[in-house]
């Protein structure tokens, strides 16, 4: 089993940057036995995938939108992933999750996701 929780979210204004953590309580298994999933949902809009890093740290994955804006990193030592977010623009205001999916491959799946932390508000003014 795994238990996640965000943190890092905030108001910022467009330009600026927020580093999002994702720190997970793991049993059963090992961190880097999961691939962890950033996904946010805007007002009105469906969940989306913004990135991925698999167990190993070794591959990433970046939606087009935040390609060259957003890193997604890992701590293995500390059981956290990290999504540090520049050039923040307005669109990027969402509620952003983290997820984690066993054994689970790059780009992750949004269905194929077994834990989902409560996720973390970031609002960004323009």
């Known amino acids: 089993e795994v238990q996640l929780v965000e943190s890092g979210g905030g108001l910022v204004q467009a330009g600026g940057s927020l580093r999002l953590s994702c720190a997970a309580s793991?049993?059963?298994?090992?961190?880097?036995?999961?691939?962890i999933g950033w996904f946010r949902q805007a007002p009105g809009k469906e969940r989306e995938g913004v990135s991925c890093?698999?167990?190993?740290?070794?591959?990433?994955y970046y939606a087009d939108s935040v390609k060259g804006r957003f890193t997604i990193s890992s701590d293995n030592a500390k059981n956290t992933v990290y999504l540090q977010m520049n050039s923040l623009k307005a669109e990027d205001t969402a509620v952003y999750y983290c997820?984690?999916?066993?054994?689970?491959?790059?780009?992750?799946?949004?269905?194929?996701?077994?834990?989902w932390g409560k996720g973390t508000l970031v609002t960004v003014s323009s």
């Open positions: 997820a984690a999916a066993l054994y689970g491959s790059v780009p992750c799946n949004i269905y194929g996701m077994n834990y």
């Open positions: 793991v049993s059963g298994f090992t961190f880097d036995d999961y691939a």
């Open positions: 890093i698999s167990g190993s740290g070794g591959s990433t």
